[in-house]
């Protein structure tokens, strides 16, 4: 369905309703933002619980290296909501990234994750695409359909 989704994202609106009436997956208003360490003991179920819709999820890495990766999150999000689509979710490494996109937008679910990685991946872009992807796989196994999309 992930993939219907995206599509229907990329479809304008001929009706003027949003674009998520079509697809059946309209869940702003719906779903409820969380900010957490989904490293630790239940917090990636607690999530999941909170931010997924119909057992779907869509999930975009960030880290506050550069303003224009902030700019280009908000704008995912606005796109996202703006069409009805809430059920999305920013990972990064560090709190402080969650605490900064909190401050610009409350409403969307930002979570880190301080599981150790191998030496010299720390903070860079092998570190992000690590837990990324050990994201989707957690999620996956908890029985969620997960799209990851690039915010840049």
């Known amino acids: 369905m992930l993939p ?8 304008v609106s001929a009706s003027g309703a949003r ?6 997956y309209c869940s702003a208003g719906i779903v ?10 239940g917090q990636m179920k607690r999530l999941l619980e909170s931010v997924a819709y119909r057992k779907e999820l869509i999930v975009t890495a960030f880290t506050q290296n550069s303003n224009d990766f902030l700019d280009l999150l908000l704008q995912l999000h606005d796109e996202l909501t ?9 990972l990064s490494f560090k709190e402080e ?3 900064l996109l909190q401050r610009q937008t409350p409403g969307m679910a930002c979570v880190w994750d301080t599981s150790p990685v191998g030496y010299g991946m720390q903070g860079g872009p092998e570190h992000l695409w690590h837990l990324r992807w050990r994201f989707m796989g ?4 908890m029985g969620y359909n997960v799209m990851s999309i690039d915010n840049d």
Do not use: W
């Open 19 to 24: 674009l998520c009436e079509k697809s059946g």
């Open 4 to 11: 219907a989704l995206l599509f229907v994202l990329l479809v």
């Open 32 to 41: 409820k933002p969380v900010y957490t360490d989904v490293s630790k003991p």
């Open 82 to 90: 703006r069409n009805g689509y809430a059920h999305i979710v920013a």
């Open 138 to 141: 957690r999620a996956s196994r």
């Open 97 to 99: 990234d969650c605490i």
